[in-house]
């Protein structure tokens, strides 16, 4: 399915989006770090003629302009109701990967009623460790001093099942690709805003809207014990832990992860 890219001003800046189908409530997706938006393409293409699905590049990534502020998950938070007040949408259902699931516990947090459901993907709750607020700060030192091609070679071994690499080449390939496109101001920045970032688990008992809760089996970065940790502790949620997949696990298991989403959503409907 071919979807034309757009752009839209939000506070002076440039976001970059697709939108497909049409129905009355959007389905806004928010991707993960350091992605763009052509992440959540396998859903577009197969669940977009039946829903409004729209999908974007977060401020700095992708085709999306960036300005001088500091990142942080409240600045992606506050970004998203935004670009929904451009688009002249009251309410969605927002679905977001990794960092994108920070981004719509945070946003769920400080505007529940701009939400309708929400899915979480591959994503957790906790901030930060000490150690893990160190661990990316020497990242960014690495980042700084050598480029991206080091630490792009050692995010693939740790956010892709081992199989995928000889199953889906092209889908390491992509994400390989649009990590090295990024620039390296925006990784940096990002690895900032995800270290300071803080916790979400204790406002996950308030939520009180359809949530569904997708986790591959093989997830390193955030392993199925965070999402069933999410699970237990928002009411009446839904949680599938997808087999064969790591924590991409939209792109790796696409036929399963579509039909978790499109059940859901069909459900809401």
């Not at 009355?24 to 577009?44: D, R, Y």
């Not at 939400?115 to 700060?137: H, M, S, W, Y």
């Not at 009180?208 to 014990?225: H, N, S, V």
């Given at each position: ?102 981004i ?14 929400i ?86 008992n ?24 999410l ?24 036929e ?14």
């Amino acid at each position: 399915m071919n979807t034309t890219e757009k752009t839209i001003s939000i506070n002076g800046l440039n976001i970059s989006y697709h939108e497909s189908g049409a129905s009355s409530t959007p389905v806004i997706f928010l991707h993960g770090f350091p992605f763009n938006k052509s992440a959540w393409e396998p859903q577009m293409e197969v669940i977009g003629s039946q829903y409004r699905m729209i999908n974007y590049d977060l401020r700095g990534f992708g085709n999306s302009d960036a300005d001088a502020q500091a990142f942080s998950m409240d600045l992606f938070a506050d970004d998203l109701i935004h670009f929904m007040d451009a688009m002249h949408i009251p309410t969605a259902i927002v679905c977001g990967l990794s960092m994108g699931g920070y981004i719509i516990l945070n946003a769920v947090d400080r505007y529940p009623e701009r939400f309708k459901a929400i899915i979480l993907c591959d994503t957790q709750c906790v901030a930060d460790t000490p150690e893990g607020v160190e661990k990316r700060f020497k990242t960014i030192e690495q980042i700084n001093a050598n480029g991206l091609n080091e630490f792009t070679e050692g995010f693939l071994k740790n956010v892709f099942y081992a199989e995928t690499f000889t199953r889906k080449p092209e889908t390491v390939e992509q994400i390989r690709n649009i990590i090295l496109s990024t620039p390296v101001t925006t990784v940096t920045n990002t690895l900032k805003a995800l270290a300071e970032r803080r916790e979400t688990c204790s406002i996950l008992n308030k939520i009180q809207i359809p949530t569904l809760i997708i986790c591959g089996k093989e997830d390193k970065i955030t392993p199925p014990e965070k999402a069933q940790f999410l699970h237990e502790n928002i009411a009446d949620s839904e949680l599938h832990i997808i087999e064969n997949a790591g924590h991409l696990s939209n792109m790796e298991e696409t036929e399963i992860f579509n039909d978790r989403l499109k059940n859901f959503l069909d459900a809401l409907s």
